[in-house]
């Protein structure tokens, strides 16, 4: 397709499991990001990649979460022991380049995650 | 940390008339955008403003960085019910371009 698709859009699952969410980015985009949103608030920043790297993974909220992206294109963001609070949207984005000035995020729709 | 407040959180008005959603922060931006994300979707942008005191306009929809580039207005003449949705702010960071900090975000409806 020609959007950033995501993979599950749902996903439930029990407090402690692992959880591996998927992002296949617009074709040619060299960044790609990882936001995470609750109802109602604006995205949250988690990680950024340019290329391979993850030239900034400061939004990571403790080191139960992790994320590749091994050939510079598909990403997968890892949760693992998963807590109740780790419930809500993750957004993946992909752009040309940076943020900001320098162009536009396209969005995916994300995927829903629900913890027991 | 660099944190974008939005007034107000939620907006409910009639169809055909004007509103103004605010984009405020300590900080300095190198750049804002805008961006509008209906339910089960991602954010799509809507306007990137990158000098200070810079107003674009998109149909009815007009856009302004402020002069110190800390803050942000979207005002909108003559709302439709397709203008109802999630307006989100976002500002990149003068030595941190790559990360797109995201305001607390306005909800608007727009009922006939």
């Known amino acids: 397709g020609a959007g950033v698709s995501q993979t599950p859009s749902n996903k439930v699952t029990e407090k402690g499991k692992y959880v591996e969410l998927r992002c296949d980015p617009i074709s040619g985009h060299t960044a790609l990001y990882w936001y995470r949103q609750s109802l109602g608030q604006g995205p949250e920043f988690l990680i950024y990649?340019?290329?391979?790297?993850?030239?900034?993974d400061s939004g990571l909220p403790n080191d139960r979460f992790f994320a590749v992206r091994p050939e510079g294109s598909v990403s997968t963001l890892k949760i693992q022991r998963t807590e109740r609070g780790d419930s809500a949207v993750y957004l993946c984005?992909?752009?040309?380049?940076?943020?900001?000035?320098?162009?536009?995020?396209?969005f995916g729709e994300g995927s829903r995650l629900t913890v027991l | 940390t660099q944190l974008l407040e939005q007034s107000p959180q939620f907006l409910s008005i009639q169809e055909g008339e004007n509103l103004t959603v605010y984009c405020n922060s300590s900080?300095?931006?190198?750049?804002l955008q805008w961006y509008r994300q209906e339910p089960g979707e991602g954010p799509v942008l809507l306007v990137t403003v990158v000098t200070g005191g810079e107003v674009k306009k998109l149909k009815r929809l007009t856009f302004q960085f402020g002069d110190a580039r800390k803050d942000s207005s979207l005002h909108i003449t003559a709302a439709q019910t397709g203008d109802t949705g999630l307006y989100l702010c976002a500002g990149a960071g003068a030595g941190t371009a790559s990360k797109l900090t995201f305001g607390t975000g306005t909800r608007l409806q727009v009922t006939l």
């Open positions: 990649f340019q290329g391979t790297g993850a030239a900034d």
């Open positions: 984005a992909s752009s040309l380049g940076l943020a900001g000035a320098a162009g536009e995020l396209f």
């Open positions: 900080s300095v931006f190198s750049s």
